[in-house]
Antibody, heavy 123, light 107 residues
Framework: QVQVVQSGTEVRKPGASVKVSCKAS????????LQWVRQAPGQGLEWMGI????????TYAQKFEGRVTMTSDTSTTTVYMELNSLTSEDTAVYYC????????????????WGHGTTVIVSS | DIQMTQSPSTLSASAGDRVTITCRAS??????LAWYQQKPGKAPKLLIY???SLEGGVPSRFSGSGSGTEFILTISSLQPDDFATYYC?????????FGQGTRLEIK
């Protein structure tokens, strides 16, 4: 079945970096962009960026420009999201999500979500 | 960035009620809008895409309408399973921004 499976909980100190993985299966990996969305405790959803696994082109939300890097590995059908210079404000659940793949901007709504990766930033 | 504003932020209702949630965009997004439902500790679930298209497997009591800058999610007859938080998201222009969410609680 179509799914994206994310890596497990991470704990980092302020100033460190974290790299979260998202392994896709059940569909043609290079045919769908993947998006990253995060959610701080008790807060709403925040869009971080998007990657085209075919070629690796990315677009990031301006808030994260210079601090986030999204990459893809077609050999393992995995995308990665690395966030640097972490602060307590980055404590959140990070989701990767796949759009429907429609002929629409971004491929449509996000119909396949990972379970989320909790990142805790604490000294 | 396109700002998405949902109202209300919290909605109290009873099972069987008809409820509506509004999402306004700071500029026209045509019909490139999705609605999601999220329950505590779970990933969001896609309900509606392209403003009014029902995602497969989603009950028909959910419906969406609107275009341009104003959109509405309607639940025609609330079921106990519907008490959750709802988000809209525009996917017309990067960044694909979300509304702040509407928490639907039991009255």
């Amino acid at each position: 079945q179509v799914q994206v499976v994310q890596s497990g909980t991470e704990v980092r100190k302020p100033g460190a970096s974290v790299k979260v993985s998202c392994k896709a299966s059940g569909y043609t990996f290079t045919s769908y962009y993947l998006q990253w969305v995060r959610q701080a405790p008790g807060q709403g959803l925040e869009w971080m960026g998007i990657i085209n696994p075919s070629g690796g082109s990315t677009t990031y939300a301006q808030k994260f420009e210079g601090r986030v890097t999204m990459t893809s590995d077609t050999s393992t059908t995995t995308v990665y999201m690395e966030l640097n210079s972490l602060t307590s404000e980055d404590t959140a659940v990070y989701y990767c999500a796949r759009p429907q793949g429609l002929a629409a901007p971004g491929g449509g709504g996000l119909d396949v979500w990972g379970h989320g990766t909790t990142v805790i930033v604490s000294s | 960035d396109i700002q998405m504003t949902q109202s209300p932020s919290t909605l109290s209702a009873s099972a069987g009620d008809r409820v509506t949630i509004t999402c306004r965009a700071s500029q026209s997004i045509s019909r490139w809008l999705a609605w999601y439902q999220q329950k505590p500790g779970k990933a969001p679930k896609l309900l509606i895409y392209k403003a009014s298209s029902l995602e497969g497997g989603v009950p028909s009591r959910f419906s969406g309408s609107g275009s341009g800058t104003e959109f509405i999610l309607t639940i025609s007859s609330l079921q106990p399973d519907d008490f959750a938080t709802y988000y809209c998201q525009q996917y017309d222009l990067y960044p694909y921004t979300f509304g702040q969410g509407t928490r639907l609680e039991i009255k």
